[in-house]
C-alpha cells in the first residue's frame, strides 16, 4: 500500500533553513497526482504549505511562497520543502501527504516535529 | 483566501449518541469538500470527498451533506474510537485551506 515518511532535522535554528524529504512507497510519484506538505501547530491549525505534480509544477501558499521551495525527486521517489528564515512560528507538526484530487490528501506521513529554537 | 468556519468548537457527547458537524465556508466550494478525522498523535485520516462521498474503508455511520457554502458531518452513533477532532477542507481555490476543527469529547 502507499506510504509516506517524512526525514529530517527536529530542531532549527531561528533564520536558518528548514527542510525535510517525504520518502513514498508502494507507488510511484511520477505516474499521477499532486505531493505535499501540510504543517500543524496549535496557533493555526492545519496549514497548507504547498504542492508539486508528478510533472514538477509547483503551487504554494500565498503566506509562505517567499520562503517555500518543493521539488519532486523521481529516481529516488521523493519530495522535499524548503523553508527559508524561519521563525518561532514555523514551530510545527510537518505532514507529507499524497492529494488524489477528487480524493485530496488520501494518504499522509506519521508527521514529523520542528522545532525552531536557538 | 476560502475561509472554512466549523461549529460547534467541542461537542459532548455519549457513545451511541448522534453527532451533527458544521462547516460554512466564506464563499462557494461547489462540492469540493472534505471532511478528516484526526485522533491524538495521528496524522488526519480522509473521511468524506466531494461533500458526500466516503473514503475506501470508511464505515456507513459516517455520512455528510452540503454544497456551496454550507455542510454537516454526521455520525449515526458514536463509538468510542469516534471520539476525535473533525475538520473540513477545500480544494476549489488556491490556496487550500482546512478549518479550525471540532472536537467530539466524551460526555
Known amino acids: 500500500q502507499v506510504q509516506l515518511q517524512e526525514s529530517g532535522p527536529g530542531l532549527v535554528k531561528p533564520s536558518e533553513t528548514l527542510s525535510l524529504t517525504c520518502t513514498v512507497s508502494g507507488y510511484s510519484i511520477s505516474s499521477d497526482y499532486y505531493w505535499g506538505w501540510i504543517r500543524q501547530s496549535p496557533v493555526k491549525g492545519l496549514q497548507w504549505i504547498g504542492s508539486?505534480?508528478?510533472?514538477?509544477?509547483?503551487y504554494y501558499n500565498p503566506s509562505l511562497k517567499s520562503r517555500v521551495t518543493i521539488s519532486v525527486d523521481t529516481s529516488k521517489n521523493q519530495f522535499s520543502l524548503k523553508l527559508t528564515s524561519v521563525t518561532a512560528a514555523d514551530t510545527a507538526v510537518y505532514y507529507c501527504g499524497r492529494d488524489s484530487g477528487n480524493s485530496p490528501w488520501d494518504y499522509w506521513g506519521q508527521g514529523t516535529l520542528v522545532t525552531v529554537s536557538s | 483566501e476560502i475561509v472554512l468556519t466549523q461549529s460547534p468548537a467541542t461537542l459532548s457527547l455519549s457513545p451511541g449518541e448522534r453527532a451533527t458537524l458544521s462547516c460554512r465556508a466564506s464563499?462557494?466550494?461547489?462540492?469540493?469538500l472534505a471532511w478528516y478525522q484526526q485522533r491524538p498523535g495521528q496524522a488526519p485520516r480522509l473521511l468524506i470527498y466531494d461533500g458526500s462521498a466516503r473514503a475506501t474503508g470508511i464505515p456507513a455511520r459516517f455520512s455528510a451533506s452540503g454544497s456551496g457554502t454550507d455542510f454537516t458531518l454526521s455520525i449515526s452513533r458514536l463509538e468510542p474510537e469516534d471520539f476525535a477532532v473533525y475538520y473540513c477542507?477545500?480544494?476549489?481555490?488556491?490556496?487550500?485551506?482546512f478549518g479550525g476543527g471540532t472536537k467530539v469529547e466524551i460526555k
Open positions: 508539486v505534480t508528478h510533472s514538477g509544477s509547483t
Open positions: 464563499q462557494s466550494v461547489a462540492s469540493y
Open positions: 477542507h477545500q480544494r476549489t481555490n488556491w490556496p487550500l485551506t
